[in-house]
């Protein structure tokens, strides 16, 4: 008899930690599968609408262009030209190879990148071509360069588009953005954001 006493407890307490457990996972379910998304969405569309929805950046027409978040490829020379992408700025495959400076594929990929600069921009000496336009960032989607990186760009672009290098030397300056915080990272230029204000000035 305390046998079968004993199995019906156990089956009870069996029974009851099940239900238990059961009713932990659907209130686990409701709360962080529909409870919490719904009030961090709420909450980000509420407080921060345009970060939400992806940083997107339009032309004046009203059209999105793309996101002040992902670098885009510039190969018209009239522009200002972002990073190096391993990945031709492919959002879906970001990433970049991660060889170590010596590295023969790395040496030659970058070596290819100077002599493209040279055949670009033939007034700028190689000596004043900042390393991060011919090395890879480590995304492959950077959308910023630094104001020297922009700079050095303003004469090959003044060139084929007529606006003076005042101008374009003005411009980057408008949209070189400080360290966050005034600490962290260091002053950049949105590349996407750029062409974009240059894209405004040659329709003048």
């Given at each position: 008899m305390n046998n079968i006493a004993q199995e019906g407890r156990?089956?009870?307490?069996?029974?009851?930690?099940?239900?238990?457990?059961?009713?932990?996972?659907?209130?686990?379910?409701?709360?962080?599968?529909?409870?919490?998304?719904?009030?961090?969405?709420?909450?980000?569309?509420?407080?921060?609408?345009?970060?939400?929805?992806?940083?997107?950046l339009k032309d004046k027409d009203g059209n999105v262009v793309g996101s002040e978040l992902i670098g885009q490829p510039f190969t018209d020379p009239s522009y200002f030209q972002g990073r190096v992408s391993s990945i031709d700025?492919?959002?879906?495959?970001?990433?970049?190879?991660?060889?170590?400076?010596?590295?023969p594929d790395m040496l030659a990929r970058t070596q290819a990148s100077i002599e493209q600069w040279r055949r670009d921009n033939p007034d700028v000496p190689i000596d004043q071509l900042p390393i991060a336009l011919v090395t890879n960032s480590g995304s492959g989607l950077d959308p910023h360069i630094t104001p020297q990186s922009a700079l050095v760009q303003v004469p090959r672009i003044s060139k084929l588009t007529g606006i003076s290098t005042a101008e374009l030397e003005t411009l980057v300056g408008q949209y070189t953005e400080n360290r966050d915080l005034g600490v962290f990272g260091d002053r950049r230029v949105n590349v996407l954001k750029l062409n974009l204000a240059l894209k405004e000035m040659l329709k003048k």
């Open positions: 156990d089956e009870r307490s069996g029974g009851a930690v099940f239900w238990i457990a059961l009713r932990a996972s659907l209130l686990f379910i409701i709360l962080c599968g529909i409870v919490y998304p719904l009030v961090s969405t709420g909450l980000a569309q509420l407080l921060f609408p345009d970060q939400a929805n992806g940083s997107l700025y492919k959002a879906e495959a970001s990433g970049s190879n991660n060889y170590a400076p010596s590295n």
